[in-house]
């Protein structure tokens, strides 16, 4: 592995290695690899996340005003929270500007990171500004954890698979940016501007619905393969109950590439034990999204298989996202 | 204001207009624009920072290893913890890698960071690593607070200044990689490795010694007007009682430019009220590290100003480092 680039290993490949030797204590209750650590401060449990946007690797100058860039670079550290059912509280934002950059542009970027913290109950309590060749937004975000978390492990065979939303919309929305940076639409708008499924999360986490949770950020059968290898099991998906809009499977090759490995849609993808289906049931009304049961959770040696509609296996389009390996077109 | 580069309005401009718009709320004790935000989360005083180091912003390849890169980056926060009397708990990374930068090498870095932290007692809990066109490593750190943390505003006319161990080192060290990349030497350790004074702050805080302090980060003169600003007070430093080595005061034009302005000491400038002088004295041991009486703090009225061994104002370079405005040579 000795003289191999960032590109040769890929970003998973790296953490892989990285996170088995991150340091325990007993004041780490969830350590990394999760959506965000779990940390134990005195009598206190505080959920601690970090993610970054970056100029040319998550968007291009055009494609998003500077409060949408802001506003995105808060909601996607917020999806991670509400991946673990948590409440936001407070956020710090490290950003590297170019010199050229317009003063005022800065003042936007700022402003609608403000509000979008402001509209998920947080408050930006500090920051830190330097230059920079090219434009990066790295946000920290602290947020209450709920008495039982959720994790990616602890899915077990039998759990239903669930996920909130939509898929493959924002995945659409990045390909029509990069066919032409003046495209605007449904899916342009939900790339621009994800949504943090919190409310859900939270009930998730706190009505002792989900037996395990993970945010869809990479897409959704990566996403799904994290789960499953936290909570050592297997799982199968059924492509036609995946929630993606007529515009989207039209829009991919064999019509479900991007639900399946578009990334970016943030949503949450969850297991419900059969028991628990009755509350799910209750609460859905509540969750402030739709919700979709997509398969079951399966034993380990079943692998991860995605089936059609006559229960046959599909051929799985390779991957999902990985930053070093750039954009898909 | 309003078409202006970030170039032309620099970091503090920026900063100066953000921070009064910044939210304010019950449970922000200490709002962004001290060295910590200092945040309320239930029964628990939480101190929160980030600060990033940028490639050919704060270092070129090949002045450091990225072992040494690693530690810095944890350092540079360790030091904002350390000017509010504070105790490093938790630190999430969030680095932006080219996709040519060899894996090992940031093996490396991530290991640099995780043993500077355990040195300091904290612990590295999370990250993020994206693709970017420029190395960057932003550093998030939780830690605790002490009862009365240190702030910048409290110094009130009469108190005596001083300043931790030494400076304008790290500046000299930054001019000799400038001129020849393989320079060597205690300056050049010195810019590569800060020292966080986190068991003085601790001392200033807990013994209730200091009644303002300041890391000293961009030059002591522009640290000391973020202090003189925030305790709305003005300031005297003699100039012949600074703790300069004699190789930074031969490096330096007029002897005690790279002192005043050099920037990255990360030393504590703090304020004494004159009765609280024996308290220091007895407990100066147990800081580990000289500190040294530079000066005094004086109304507003009287400015900030450096007076010469005979007591005539000296004439003061300009301002300190801003991002912005680039390396000074």
Not at 20 to 32: C, F, H, M, Q, T
Not at 111 to 117: N, Q
Not at 184 to 202: H, Q, T, Y
Request: proline residues 7%; hydrophobic residues 45%.
């Amino acid at each position: 592995v000795s003289a191999r680039t960032l590109a040769q290993v890929g970003e998973l490949g790296f953490l892989r290695r990285l996170l088995p030797r991150l340091p325990r204590g007993r004041d780490i209750l969830i350590p990394a690899g999760d959506d965000c650590a779990l940390v134990r401060m005195g009598s206190r449990r505080l959920l601690l996340t970090t993610d970054a946007l970056v100029a040319n690797v998550h968007f291009r100058p055009g494609w998003m005003r500077p409060d949408q860039l802001g506003r995105k670079a808060y909601l996607v550290n917020a999806s991670d929270v509400a991946a673990m059912g948590g409440r936001p509280r407070f956020a710090l934002v490290s950003a590297g500007v170019p010199p050229g950059y317009p003063s005022r542009d800065l003042d936007r970027l700022h402003r609608g990171l403000m509000a979008a913290a402001r509209e998920t109950g947080a408050l930006l309590v500090g920051g830190n500004l330097v230059r920079a060749e090219v434009l990066f937004v790295s946000l920290t975000l602290a947020a209450d954890s709920p008495p039982r978390p959720l994790q990616r492990g602890g899915a077990r065979p039998g759990d239903l698979l669930f996920v909130t939303g939509r898929l493959g919309e924002a995945a659409l929305g990045l390909r029509l940016l990069l066919r032409d940076p003046r495209a605007g639409g449904a899916a342009v708008r939900r790339f621009r501007e994800p949504i943090p499924r919190l409310k859900a999360g939270a009930l998730l986490a706190t009505e002792r619905i989900a037996s395990a949770a993970i945010d869809v950020s990479d897409g959704l059968l990566q996403d799904l393969r994290h789960l499953c290898r936290a909570s050592n099991v297997g799982a199968r998906v059924e492509l036609a109950s995946l929630p993606c809009p007529a515009r989207v499977r039209r829009a991919g090759a064999d019509g479900y590439t991007l639900a399946l490995t578009g990334g970016e849609d943030y949503e949450l993808l969850y297991a419900v034990p059969p028991r628990h289906l009755d509350r799910l049931r209750r609460l859905r009304p509540s969750m402030g999204c739709p919700t979709t049961r997509i398969g079951e959770v399966m034993p380990k040696t079943h692998g991860v298989r995605v089936v059609d509609a006559r229960g046959a296996s599909v051929a799985l389009p390779a991957g999902g996202f990985d930053h070093f390996a750039g954009w898909r077109r």
